[in-house]
């Protein structure tokens, strides 16, 4: 199989969630432009018929998902709709996600909640659902969970508010990414995580204004990610190319954990 074919797409179907910006979005539009059929799911309806508006406009075939995941009982229904608009699930990204700034002596018990729900607890029902329905049958996946740079050191340095739940929950990411691919490599089903370091997002927008150039400077190469730099180990951990890599952590962060 040459190169070309191992990171051709098509004909393949991809559920993103978290899909209607930022990164979700530009991953979604990353399988998009190799030819793949996509899914995006969000909470707000507006900004989900906005991204796959945008990616029709690219040539991109585009489904529109609306569901909160933070309600474990809304997933079941939203896979449903995921394979009646596709057929089957060949690739999932798990990118839905939330965060909160606080202290840990200040931290609410429901904010707690509210970020391991949706960081860990909507991840392992999707899977779940996808396992169950579509990749598991049919003997084939490939499953992409986002964690962060943040699950793999301690963070809360100074200059920026602590975010103890948020590092807590991709942490968590990362294991059950090692220990869902152990599980499921008996189903020729890749998981592998991406750990982005600071992108520019609504999410991270706090941040950004506290730290300022400080971000930027902390990594070796001198800049935060763009809109351009998840798209490639994207389509290598969802197409062929990635066949024999399952269970890793690929962090995307500009050199910051090399220091």
Not at 169 to 192: C, D, H, M, P
Request: aromatic residues 4%.
């Amino acid at each position: 199989m040459s190169v070309r074919q191992l990171f051709d797409l098509s004909g393949k179907a991809a559920l993103v969630t978290g899909g209607s910006r930022g990164l979700g979005l530009q991953m979604a539009e990353a399988l998009g432009e190799m030819g793949a059929r996509v899914a995006l799911v969000a909470r707000k309806a507006d900004e989900l018929e906005q991204a796959a508006t945008q990616l029709r406009a690219e040539g991109i075939d585009a489904h529109a998902l609306v569901c909160d995941m933070s309600n474990p009982a809304a997933i079941a229904p939203m896979v449903d709709e995921a394979l009646a608009a596709l057929g089957v699930i060949d690739i999932l990204i798990n990118n839905a996600g939330t965060t909160w700034g606080a202290a840990t002596l200040e931290h609410p018990l429901d904010a707690w909640h509210k970020v391991i729900n949706l960081n860990l607890t909507a991840m392992f029902v999707t899977c779940q659902e996808v396992g169950r329905r579509s990749m598991v049958p049919r003997r084939q996946g490939k499953i992409i969970n986002i964690a962060s740079i943040l699950g793999l050191v301690g963070g809360g340095e100074n200059g920026r508010p602590p975010t103890l739940a948020y590092n807590t929950s991709k942490a968590g990411v990362i294991n059950f990414t090692r220990s869902l691919a152990v599980e499921w490599a008996q189903y020729g089903i890749n998981v592998n995580a991406i750990a982005p370091g600071f992108f520019p997002t609504r999410m991270t927008k706090g941040i950004m204004e506290m730290m300022g150039d400080a971000v930027a400077e902390r990594a070796p190469l001198k800049r935060l990610g763009g809109p351009e730099d998840l798209k490639g180990v994207t389509v290598l951990f969802a197409s062929d190319a990635s066949q024999f890599i399952t269970g890793q952590v690929l962090a995307v962060d500009g050199g910051v954990t090399a220091t």
